[in-house]
């Protein structure tokens, strides 16, 4: 309780809340102190800024915000504190929400080796590469107490899928991809470090092709079922690379291929020892070609996908090259 209460002090200073009060005041002494008439009545009212404190000279009457409201509103202690804690709460607005987590678990990665140690066993090393998809980490148990200290509810975080029905962080011991659309984080998706736990996007709409703004206006354009694959690319320096999150396009992204740019598409699915991976980018090259865009299945070496043709196939950018173009003869 008296956690909660310092952070709501903090977030709503007693100064800013008298002022959306409209209490007029004016400076004194070296600029923290301030005096006015006493909101309560017309006797003279001082408000210490630096420390958060009122003192009524009328009634003698003095305290912190949270005496203020319950003097004020004649509510009791617990009262004043859900009013103010309904009042400094911030906009509830998802994307807005996901952007704090992500911000979160990017600050986070530096700090586990663990999660680096995994990002180089997939192929990722260029920590610039890293910084600029915005990979984070989620080592668990730290995020519920990040956002509710900013003011975010528990009801809030436990909609978005942020928390478990236990109320523990959702992701845990998982690298963290944030999933943008229209330049707002749709969705997070997370990988598992270990074999522990699945990978998981939280329960809302994965939204369109991976990244798909900046490859928009590309002629051609290397679409990926994973994000690791989309990750090792960007890193080799494919700039015109989208991912689709899964062999199965939704509507939103193969809408998003046919949008009016004449371009070339090329599938660089799994090549695994099933052949799903090819057969699904026959499908898709089948339905685009359909309406007139060129798409080509690239034939990736038995057994690998793009990130493991880089990690651990020892292939480089030139010789992924050479697949686009030999996927074209």
């Given at each position: ?32 102190e ?111 107490r ?35 659309q ?73 809408r ?18 099933h ?49 686009l ?5």
């Open positions: 309780m008296d956690e909660d209460v310092e952070k709501l002090k903090q977030r709503l200073p007693l100064l800013d809340y008298l002022r959306q009060q409209d209490w007029i005041a004016r400076p004194v002494g070296h600029g923290s301030f005096v006015g008439l006493c909101p309560l009545h017309t006797e003279t009212f001082y408000v210490n800024a630096s420390k958060n404190l009122f003192y009524c000279h009328g009634c003698g009457q003095g305290g912190d915000l949270l005496r203020f409201v319950q003097l004020f509103h004649h509510l009791s202690f617990r009262q004043s504190l859900a009013y103010l804690q309904q009042q400094s709460t911030p906009s509830a607005d998802p994307a807005t929400v996901l952007e704090q987590a992500a911000t979160f678990y990017q600050q986070q990665l530096d700090r586990y080796p663990e999660a680096l140690h995994y990002l180089k066993q997939r192929g990722l090393h260029d920590l610039a590469s890293i910084k600029d998809l915005r990979i984070g980490y989620a080592p668990g148990a730290s995020l519920r990040h956002l509710t200290a900013q003011g975010y509810s528990f009801h809030l975080l436990r909609r978005l899928g942020l928390l478990n029905p236990q109320g523990c962080d959702a992701f845990y011991r998982r690298v963290i991809f944030p999933c943008c229209g330049g707002r984080i749709v969705n997070l998706y997370g990988r598992s470090i270990d074999a522990a736990f699945a990978h998981r996007f939280l329960p809302a709409s994965k939204g369109g092709l991976y990244a798909w703004e900046q490859v928009r206006q590309c002629p051609e354009v290397i679409l990926v079922e994973g994000l690791f694959d989309y990750a090792v690319l960007w890193q080799a320096g494919f700039r015109n690379v989208t991912c689709s999150m899964g062999t199965c396009l939704n509507t939103t992204q193969i998003q291929l046919l949008d009016g740019a004449s371009r070339t598409v090329y599938l660089a699915f799994d090549s695994d020892d052949g799903a991976g090819q057969q699904a980018a026959c499908r898709v090259a089948q339905r685009l070609g359909a309406h007139g865009v060129e798409a080509f299945p690239v034939q990736l070496p038995q057994g690998h996908d793009p990130n493991s043709f880089f990690a651990h196939g020892g292939g480089d950018a030139h010789q992924f090259q050479e697949l173009a030999r996927a074209r003869s």
